[in-house]
T-cell receptor, first 111, second 111 residues
Framework: KAGVTQTPRYLIKTRGQQVTLSCSPI?????VSWYQQTPGQGLQFLFE???????NKGNFPGRFSGRQFSNSRSEMNVSTLELGDSALYLC??????????FGPGTRLTVL | QQQVKQSPQSLIVQKGGISIINCAYE??????FPWYQQFPGKGPALLIA?????SEKKEGRFTISFNKSAKQFSLHIMDSQPGDSATYFC??????????FGPGTRLSVLP
């Protein structure tokens, strides 16, 4: 069974731009969670989607948003990028709300 | 926000030695305690997990010890190998809620 895939793997943007990241979960998994990973803050939860509905949300500003499609694929968007948004963005899919399987992440660099 | 404290921040052990990483949590509602292993450039991978109805779980060289009254759990890596060199994260959640991760422990196993 294929794992979680994320695209693109690397991205370079400039301040003020917006970015969209994509995540395809493991087949059959309906829950998709997004995390931001930085050396200083560690792994921080952004939001979780289940059956196209946002079910949980972390403490991030409204510039961070997401959505999930009927095939469980998910996208997250960051608008008006700031230097501090540079991070590894990880997507995780889950079948049973406990075991999460992570993708390789998208490395975003904001210049 | 609920926190998970993890120690040590970094750990160096000799090949064949025992690596021990500790975590402490606050919320007694947490009912799932996984450990993740992350190699550079990769997403975290689920290593082993435990529920609070047991005090220990062993899978190969990896063991979780769980102390419900102290709200602590630890990862023991027996016969540590250079290939175990990675960053290890503990995490907690309660069913249906978002995960809270520890800050991570960078393990280096010397050959």
């Amino acid at each position: 069974k294929a794992g979680v895939t994320q695209t693109p793997r690397y991205l370079i943007k400039t301040r003020g731009q917006q970015v969209t990241l994509s995540c395809s979960p493991i087949s059959g998994h309906r829950s998709v969670s997004w995390y931001q990973q930085t050396p200083g803050q560690g792994l921080q939860f952004l939001f979780e989607y289940f059956s196209e509905t946002q079910r949980n949300k972390g403490n991030f500003p409204g510039r961070f948003s997401g959505r999930q499609f009927s095939n469980s694929r998910s996208e997250m968007n960051v608008s008006t990028l700031e230097l501090g948004d540079s991070a590894l963005y990880l997507c995780a899919s889950s079948l049973n709300l406990n075991e999460q399987f992570f993708g390789p992440g998208t490395r975003l660099t904001v210049l | 926000q609920q926190q998970v404290k993890q120690s040590p921040q970094s750990l160096i052990v000799q090949k064949g030695g025992i690596s021990i990483i500790n975590c402490a949590y606050e919320n007694t509602a947490f009912d799932y305690f996984p450990w993740y292993q992350q190699f550079p450039g990769k997403g975290p991978a689920l290593l082993i997990a435990i529920r609070p109805d047991v005090s220990e779980k062993k899978e190969g060289r990896f063991t979780i010890s769980f102390n419900k009254s102290a709200k602590q759990f630890s990862l023991h890596i027996m016969d540590s190998q250079p290939g175990d060199s990675a960053t290890y994260f503990c995490a907690t959640n309660n069913y249906g809620q978002n995960f809270v991760f520890g800050p991570g422990t960078r393990l280096s196993v010397l050959p």
